[in-house]
C-alpha cells in the first residue's frame, strides 16, 4: 500500500527548517483523495512537503481532484510547494 505524507512548516523562508505545525498522510490509489486542510489564517502561504513511496500526481487547492494532469511527484522524492492556508493537497496514483 503506498503512502504520501504530508508536512507543513511555519516560520519558513527558502528552506524547511521551521516549525513542524502540520502532519498527515493518505493512501495512494486509483481514485483521488484528499488530505487535511492546511492549518492558518485567511491566505496565509505555508511550506508543504510531501514525500511519497510510489509515483503519484498532486493537486492542492479548496476541493482538489487529482488526475494525469497534475503535478507529477516521484517515489521515494520529496517535494516542496507553497501553498495557502485552508486548502487541501488531493494526491492519485501514476502509473
Same mark, same amino acid.
Given at each position: 500500500m @503506498? $503512502?504520501?505524507?504530508? $508536512?507543513?512548516?511555519?516560520g +519558513?523562508?527558502q $528552506?524547511?527548517?521551521? =516549525? +513542524? %505545525?502540520? *502532519?498527515? #498522510?493518505?493512501t %495512494?490509489?486509483?481514485? #483521488?483523495?484528499?488530505?487535511?486542510?492546511i492549518?492558518?489564517?485567511?491566505?496565509?502561504?505555508? $511550506?508543504?512537503?510531501?514525500?511519497a513511496d510510489a *509515483?503519484?500526481?498532486v *493537486?492542492?487547492?479548496? =476541493?482538489?481532484? @487529482?488526475?494525469?494532469? =497534475?503535478?507529477?511527484?516521484?517515489?521515494?522524492?520529496?517535494?516542496?510547494?507553497? +501553498?495557502?492556508a485552508?486548502?487541501? %493537497?488531493a +494526491?492519485?496514483?501514476?502509473?
Amino acid at each position: 500500500m @503506498a $503512502t504520501l505524507w504530508m $508536512t507543513v512548516f511555519g516560520g +519558513v523562508s527558502q $528552506t524547511a527548517m521551521g =516549525d +513542524v %505545525i502540520q *502532519k498527515d #498522510s493518505a493512501t %495512494i490509489g486509483v481514485t #483521488s483523495v484528499q488530505l487535511a486542510a492546511i492549518t492558518g489564517d485567511g491566505r496565509r502561504l505555508r $511550506t508543504v512537503r510531501v514525500f511519497a513511496d510510489a *509515483k503519484c500526481y498532486v *493537486k492542492w487547492g479548496a =476541493d482538489p481532484t @487529482a488526475d494525469s494532469t =497534475d503535478v507529477p511527484v516521484g517515489s521515494e522524492n520529496p517535494e516542496y510547494f507553497s +501553498v495557502e492556508a485552508g486548502q487541501r %493537497i488531493a +494526491v492519485i496514483t501514476r502509473a
